[in-house]
């Protein structure tokens, strides 16, 4: 069976973005493929955050996963850092890696310039360590939003160098992008993204959810009610495609086309369809909330079994580097 592999930071909560553009998907291809997921805490360590919330933010993410769908009879999931062969895996990548390489990865110089009083090793190093969760189990394809494309790029790049000095182990593992692969923030205009206040938070409060759809920007173009809207120009049309049905999505492209539907007919109907999928997520998170161990015991097991697949290919990978390891 083909395998996949990908990951969530526990930084902030997991919003909208994360579940349309990712977190749906991942549901979806358990079905076909042997998945692995993973919540990765020491990428998040590479900007500053709070101690105590990381450690809560970790299990709360893990809980989130598997209230969405990604139980242990569908999948693996785990801790990145319970499998710690993923940082060593991520130093021997480093001596393949040139600076030059990471230098001139987007995300390294958006966080350099966000965050310029921490500009680290381990920030540059990110999509390093990304590359080595990924091979450390010779995963073929990674299911991501659009702004990860150029980590997976440079994970193959990485597979590809060290095939050729070090012999043929890994593969060169392929993006799968969803549907959804780049949502907008409530502003329209900037990535929903946990960093800025642009987000829709998956358990958030019924009342706040309403409150950023209702004031949420649509297509600029259409200033009045009476005005065609073009849903290509608007972010809303862009959720809506994750949450409803083909008749519906038909009926409001026409509406709004022809200013039949104003904005926020547009938005109630998206907002009733939104609530019916993210209820059950939240009633089923609500319980595992009441059930911490049940979450500590799966991730604890999908570390067990990621381990044993990680340490063999920290077998192959010694030996054929050279390194004496009796
Ligand atoms: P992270 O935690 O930022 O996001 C998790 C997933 O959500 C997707 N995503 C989005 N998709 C569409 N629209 C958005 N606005 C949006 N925001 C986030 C992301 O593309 C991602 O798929 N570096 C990764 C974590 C990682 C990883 C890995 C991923 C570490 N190792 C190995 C794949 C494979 C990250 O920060 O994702």
Known sequence: MKRIFSGIQPTGEVHIGNY????????????????????????????????EELRDRTIETAL???????????????????????????????????????????????????HRANINMGLMDYPVLQAADILIYKAGYVPVGEDQVQHIELSREVARRFNNRFGDIFPEPQVILSHAPRIL???GASKMSKSMNNYIGLLEDKDAIWEKLRTAVTDVNRVRRADPGNPELCNIWTIHRAFSREDELLEIDKGCRQASI??????????????????????????????????????RKGAKT???????????VRSSLGIFYP
């Not at 969405?68 to 895996?89: K, N, W, Y």
């Not at 697949?309 to 920290?314: E, G, N, R, S, Y």
């Open 20 to 51: 349309i553009g990712a977190i749906k998907q991942w549901v979806e291809l358990t079905e076909e493929y042997d998945c692995i997921f993973c919540v990765v805490d020491y990428h998040a360590i590479t900007v500053e955050y709070n101690i």
């Open 306 to 316: 990621c381990s044993e697949i990680a340490k063999k290919t920290m077998e192959e």
């Open 64 to 114: 989130i996963l598997i209230a969405c769908g990604l139980t242990p009879d569908r999948c693996r999931l785990f801790i990145q850092s319970h499998v710690p062969e993923h940082t060593e895996l991520a130093w021997i990548f480093n001596c393949v890696t040139p600076i030059g390489e990471l230098e001139r990865m987007t995300q390294f110089k958006d966080k350099s310039r966000q």
């Open 185 to 187: 923030g409530v502003d």
């Open 262 to 299: 104003g904005c926020i007919d547009c938005k109630k109907v998206l907002f009733k369809n939104m609530m019916d999928e993210l209820i059950p997520i939240r009633d089923r998170a609500d319980s595992l909330k009441k059930d911490r161990d049940y979450v500590i015991d799966v991730v």
